[in-house]
């Protein structure tokens, strides 16, 4: 390994390969911290940078919609994510929803009209299933998911089927599945009962709440793009990554069409999810078999639809006035409206978030068969009428972009095996929300440990202390708590949400 300096006159050359958030993020800390010490490069294979935040406009109707991520959470105990927002000063607005469910084409507003659908058997046996959960996963664990600990918890090693079967009331076991499907966007038998209930949770507001941006979420992206200063390559797909004692690490990428370029880097962070990781080649053969392992722990790759429909007009606003519902069709789907605050154009937006196996299947499909299916699931009380239909658009996330049904695998790795699989090679990290949550909170826990490694390496190789970044994330903000979450009044979602209104 050469000198630091020695060709470049820099402490650390640095590639990072992905411009989604994970990608844009590393760059801008790594930045802040190493300053003019250090060269980084970002590479990403497509021509737009943000993975799967994306917002697109419907230019027809003067709006726009959330085509990826709909929400972020804001997780009690854990505000990395608020803060990073208010840091790069973009403005929030809270994503409310009790939620109301569709359950057999019946609109169901709360828990007294739930328990005509379940019964006060059906009732107590889902209370008593989330006193359990709740027991179990307390608000300060649940801000940490992801980490080391989660090992201890009983429901890792048990599939998410299994947990749902100590309900003792087999609807009751169907509609917890339903509730949290589409976050889920797996299946119960294939995933872990822990990462069920966390899914869950996103319902009850002692532990979550979600927002989203007022001028559209890809501006989280958008902001920290405008913000780095070092070069992205966009329709610069890697190839394949050598390493070699000498020379350290090289990248290989196209650039400029079919242009093969090569990056010599002393540190090298990977963003991609493991089916993006797995088309790469690894030259050497030992990186190859401890990445081909990262790989096969991590990959549970679900399959996301994201089926937009503008209308005419807000037909649905009397019957679901919050900003989003679940309905029972495709196994658990949850219907956001993302229709302008304004009114504007007079137009009204649907978006519809299918996961799992309903979402692979279909996804195979055309788009126009699957707006007539999303179309055909409509609950009763809203008929779309002749003529109301404007357009629907169909956003596929799957493969290398899809998400993890079981983030972290089981069990859950040490943080320097899980970020570093080689331990030859601690200068490759590997970094996304699939090695914690499947969430921009997992991600953004994933880049903190990955840059907060890489500089304590510059500072060893070259005596001098590097910035950190506890500016931008350990000092509390206004109006961001930084208090240990206590527990909520109430175990169950829907108790909590009636004692939070009186």
């Known amino acids: 390994m050469r000198e630091v300096g020695e060709e470049c006159g820099v402490a650390e050359r640095i590639g990072i390969i992905g411009g989604g958030f994970s990608g844009l993020l590393c760059a801008y800390l790594l930045e802040h911290m190493l300053g003019d010490r250090a060269e980084i490069v970002v590479l990403e294979g497509s021509d737009r940078v943000g993975g799967r935040v994306r917002t697109t406009q419907l230019p027809e109707a003067g709006v726009s919609y959330e085509a990826g991520?709909?929400?972020?959470?804001?997780?009690?105990?854990?505000?990395?994510?608020?803060?990073?927002?208010?840091?790069?000063?973009?403005?929030?607005?809270?994503?409310?929803?009790?939620?109301?469910?569709?359950?057999d084409d019946r609109v169901v507003h709360d828990d007294l009209e739930l328990e005509q659908v379940v019964g006060s058997r059906g009732m107590d046996r889902l209370r008593r299933f989330w006193e359990h959960g709740t027991a179990l996963r307390p608000p300060a664990d649940y801000a940490l998911a992801g980490q080391m600990r989660d090992n201890d918890h009983p429901w890792l090693r048990r599939t998410f089927e299994d947990v749902l079967a100590e309900i003792d009331d087999p609807f009751c076991q169907w509609f917890t599945a339903m509730q949290c499907h589409s976050d889920l966007a797996t299946e119960p038998p294939v995933t872990s009962g822990l990462f069920g209930m966390d899914n869950l949770l996103i319902d009850h507001p002692g532990y979550c709440s979600m927002y989203t941006l007022v001028d559209g979420n890809d501006g989280l992206v958008q902001a920290l793009a405008n913000r780095v200063q070092s070069p992205i390559l966009r329709s610069a797909p890697v190839a394949s990554v050598s390493a070699d004692a000498e020379r350290g690490l090289c990248v290989t990428f196209r650039a400029d069409g079919d242009e093969r370029s090569e990056l010599e880097v002393d540190t090298l962070i990977v963003t991609l999810p493991p089916p993006g990781i797995r088309a790469m080649q690894w030259s050497d053969d030992r990186l190859?078999?401890?990445?081909?392992?990262?790989?096969?722990?991590?990959?549970?790759?679900?399959?996301?639809?994201?089926?937009?429909?503008?209308?005419?007009?807000?037909?649905?606003r009397r019957q679901f006035p919050e900003d989003y519902f679940v309905s029972d069709a495709?196994?658990?789907?949850?219907?956001?409206d993302q229709s302008p605050d304004d009114g504007a154009a007079g137009v009204g937006i649907q978006s519809w978030l299918l996961g799992g196996a309903h979402a692979r299947d279909l996804s195979a499909r055309s788009d126009d068969e699957i707006v007539a299916a999303v179309l055909a699931a409509m609950?009763?009380?809203?008929?779309?009428?002749?003529?109301?239909?404007?357009?629907?658009?169909?956003?596929?996330?799957?493969?290398?972009?899809?998400?993890?049904?079981?983030?972290?695998?089981?069990?859950?790795?040490?943080?320097?095996?899980?970020?570093?699989?080689?331990?030859?090679?601690?200068?490759?990290?590997?970094?996304?929300?699939?090695?914690?949550?499947?969430?921009?909170?997992?991600?953004?826990?994933?880049?903190?440990?990955?840059?907060a490694r890489l500089g304590a390496r510059v500072e060893v190789r070259t005596g001098e202390p590097v910035v950190g970044v506890s500016d931008l994330f350990a000092a509390p903000a206004s109006g961001i708590s930084d208090l240990a979450p206590s527990s909520p009044s109430s175990a169950f979602f829907l108790d909590e949400r009636s004692a939070n209104r009186r």
């Open 379 to 451: 609950p009763s009380a809203l008929p779309v009428r002749d003529g109301v239909l404007v357009r629907g658009c169909v956003d596929r996330w799957t493969g290398a972009s899809g998400v993890s049904g079981l983030p972290g695998g089981v069990p859950l790795l040490p943080l320097d095996q899980r970020h570093s699989p080689d331990p030859r090679w601690p200068q490759l990290q590997f970094v996304g929300d699939y090695l914690y949550d499947s969430t921009l909170c997992g991600a953004l826990d994933a880049v903190l440990y990955a840059v």
């Open 288 to 316: 190859a078999a401890a990445v081909g392992e990262h790989v096969r722990h991590h990959d549970h790759g679900t399959t996301y639809l994201r089926v937009t429909l503008l209308f005419r007009r807000r037909f649905w």
């Open 330 to 336: 495709f196994g658990g789907v949850t219907v956001y």
């Open 69 to 103: 991520v709909a929400e972020f959470y804001d997780i009690t105990g854990n505000p990395h994510l608020r803060r990073l927002i208010r840091h790069l000063g973009l403005e929030t607005r809270p994503l409310r929803g009790t939620p109301y469910f569709v359950i």
